[in-house]
């Protein structure tokens, strides 16, 4: 009489909690073969992570460096109303094109500053230009 092989209950509950549907295409890649599908998707978890992490990476330097080019740009505006120069700042004081651009983005970020700045400390303090940044 030949001995059957109980499945592992690990494998059964997670095959359970990630449903068949979802292991499909795994299962499907790996000839139906539980333990190499589930192999296989924890790789692609693995990889998901890496994309995410060198896109969180690129995110920041991208926005930094879009930030050093508006800060120079908006400082070489002129307010058409009072024919002063616009700051650097250019979340602070943006120059008209940038307002009619960003539309309330701006205004979004820097209630969402407002707020961040404000958990867990009363009063908090005036959001500043890194802190608007971060939230757009």
């Known amino acids: 009489m030949a001995a059957t092989v109980q499945p592992d209950p690990r494998v059964v509950a997670i095959v359970a909690h990630l449903s068949l549907p979802r292991l499909g295409p795994?299962?499907?890649?790996?000839?139906?073969?539980?333990?190499?599908?589930l192999r296989l998707y924890q790789w692609n978890v693995d990889l998901s992570g890496a994309v995410y992490e060198a896109l969180h990476v690129f995110e920041v330097v991208l926005?930094?460096?879009?930030?050093?080019?508006?800060?120079?740009?908006n400082a070489?505006?002129?307010?058409?109303?009072?024919?002063?120069?616009?700051a650097a700042d250019w979340l602070m004081d943006p120059a008209h094109l940038l307002t009619r651009l960003a539309g309330n983005d701006i205004g979004k970020a820097t209630d969402r500053a407002r707020t961040a700045l404000r958990m867990g400390k009363p009063g908090g303090r005036a959001p500043g230009?890194?802190?608007?940044?971060a939230q757009l």
């Open 63 to 73: 926005r930094n460096a879009m930030d050093t080019q508006l800060s120079a740009w």
């Open 76 to 86: 070489t505006q002129i307010d058409t109303s009072t024919g002063r120069a616009h």
């Open 26 to 37: 795994y299962l499907t890649a790996t000839g139906g073969n539980v333990r190499d599908a």
């Open 129 to 133: 230009h890194p802190d608007v940044l």
